[in-house]
């Protein structure tokens, strides 16, 4: 669920700033809103690569300069990755939509602009523009060590076209889960088969997905999503949780 926030007086009133400082108040205040981006250096690896899969303003590029040697960072939206190419110049920013091949893509931005709405290559409102499309193994990483992914809906081919990656550096992987945008099974099974664990974090620690519903908790929460940022920033609780946390088994299986 990053990057919207939501058609309220909020909104209007973010449209009506310069991106940069948008961009900036953003990155500054997201880690009210999401527990696993302020908790961040508890858990993710230091040194080594880490990978920004749907980057939005920055918020996750920023938490991520702070633990890892090298930041690599993928948006589609011009707008945004040259904000945050401007924000971070030590940041590698791929403007393409991460995918299971390369290539072009339809990226769909919503009308109001990006604060106001999320971008996606999976169809939906907004104007249609093309984008270039890559894979994470097309990069040609190095020492990849946590790799978040939020793509509204894409997650499973940017983890097909992260195959290689994944399996030679197993990294954490942090990924969108969201039961209303794509079926969740499908990435647990593909994430399960190449020897990971899925984890999740309600309140302030992580604990195993296999002992939380996340269908229900989403479908009983999916209120939340209609919340502006502003309300969400004030009033962070009750949650609304979508991200999970894929920890490598300490033995991979073999590709097939």
């Known amino acids: 669920m990053a990057g ?15 991106a940069g400082l948008l961009g900036a108040a953003i990155r500054t205040v997201y880690p009210r809103i999401e527990p696993e981006l302020a908790r961040l250096a508890s858990y993710a690896p230091r040194g080594g690569t880490a990978v920004d899969v749907g980057a939005w303003y920055g ?17 589609p939206a011009a707008e945004l990755a040259a904000l ?22 339809t990226l769909y931005l919503p009308d109001g602009g990006p604060g106001v709405g999320t971008s996606s290559v999976e169809g939906g409102e907004g104007r249609p523009v093309a984008v270039p499309r ?13 790799m978040k992914i939020d793509v509204e809906g894409h997650e499973l081919p940017a983890l097909r076209g992260a195959e290689r990656t994944v399996r030679r550096d197993r ?24 020897g990971y664990r899925p984890y999740v974090m309600p309140r302030d620690r992580w604990l195993p997905l296999a002992g939380f519903d996340l269908v229900a908790h989403q479908r ?3 209120g939340r999503v209609r919340h502006s940022f502003a309300r969400r920033v004030v009033a962070p609780w009750p949650r609304y949780v979508n991200l999970v946390l894929f920890k490598p088994e300490a033995r991979a299986p073999e590709a097939s």
């Open 59 to 75: 918020p996750w590029t920023r938490g991520l300069r702070r633990v890892a040697d090298r930041v690599v960072a993928l948006e």
């Open 134 to 146: 890559a894979t994470i193994d097309s990069l040609e990483l190095t020492d990849v060590r946590f």
């Open 84 to 105: 945050v190419a401007g924000a971070y110049p030590d940041v590698r920013v791929v403007r393409a939509a991460a995918s299971d091949h390369v290539g072009t893509a």
């Open 220 to 222: 009983a929460a999916v």
């Open 171 to 194: 990294p954490l992987l942090l990924v969108e889960v969201e039961e209303r945008i794509q079926p969740i099974d499908p990435i647990l099974a593909l994430l399960a088969g190449w």
């Open 4 to 18: 919207t926030i939501s058609s309220t007086l909020s909104a209007r009133f973010a449209a009506g700033l310069p």
